[in-house]
């Protein structure tokens, strides 16, 4: 059974699931749905084509599925979807999509810390950790298992990679590799990502085949175009590092090294 407090306003054109919890003042829009288990603390916004996983939590003053700023924007019905397991904590905002990709979409069991920020057409992946006052510019693919550091503004259209973690404060301009740790001004690749890697199970000819091929990209004289061929030589290429050589031929906006 859920519990709505009385202030709160529900459009009935919205959808809620069985045991959901909505706090005080708070406003959930037409075609809004919310799924089993989400507990929707006080104050929130839940716009206009915004969907919730199951077991999602969201905390006060978060506003979710309002408006793209973009000026392109002509009021198409587009969504704003958050996976199963999703918290999104204080003050966040994420926007819903443009007909670019028709949505903005967060995957599941991720943490959206507060005052972190979703602009439209921005992807993000399961397990995905965004520290506070992460901002996201449009069409941002974040993909699984990434951290993102407190503060990090990210540029329109950029990558992440899976598996890497961005230090706090630092700017990200072009896209981020798999598996990378990063950080600096300008912002570089200090390594391989390995503690969480190990973390999550990699397997230590895994992370001696993703180390060999950092080397060779970030390590050696070699421009990207010569250390990918000198991978495809070198290296064996188990799955991990053909995620790599994917990605970076995948890349629209080029690597940071």
Known sequence: MSEIHKTAIISPKAEIGENVTIGPFTVIEDSVIVGDNCDIKSSILLAEGTVLGKNVNVFHGAAIGSSPQDLKFGGEKTQAIVGDG????????????????????????????????????????????????????????????????????????????????IGGGFRVQQDIIPY??????????????????????FTKDAVRSIDRAFKILFFSKLNTTQAVERITIDTEIIPEVQVILDFIKNSERGIVK
């Open 86 to 165: 999703t918290t999104i904590r204080e003050y966040v905002t994420f926007n819903r999509g443009t007909t670019y990709h028709n949505r903005s979409e967060c995957g599941k069991n991720c943490l959206l810390m507060a005052y972190s920020h979703v602009a439209h057409d921005c992807l993000i992946g399961d397990n995905v950790i965004m520290a506070n006052s992460v901002n996201l510019a449009g069409h941002v693919e974040v993909h699984d298992n990434a951290i993102l550091g407190g503060l990090v503004p990210v540029h329109q259209f950029v990558k992440i990679g899976a598996h890497c973690m």
């Open 180 to 201: 990378a740790l990063v950080g600096g001004y300008p912002l570089k690749v200090v390594g391989m990502n390995s503690i969480g890697l190990k973390r999550r199970g």
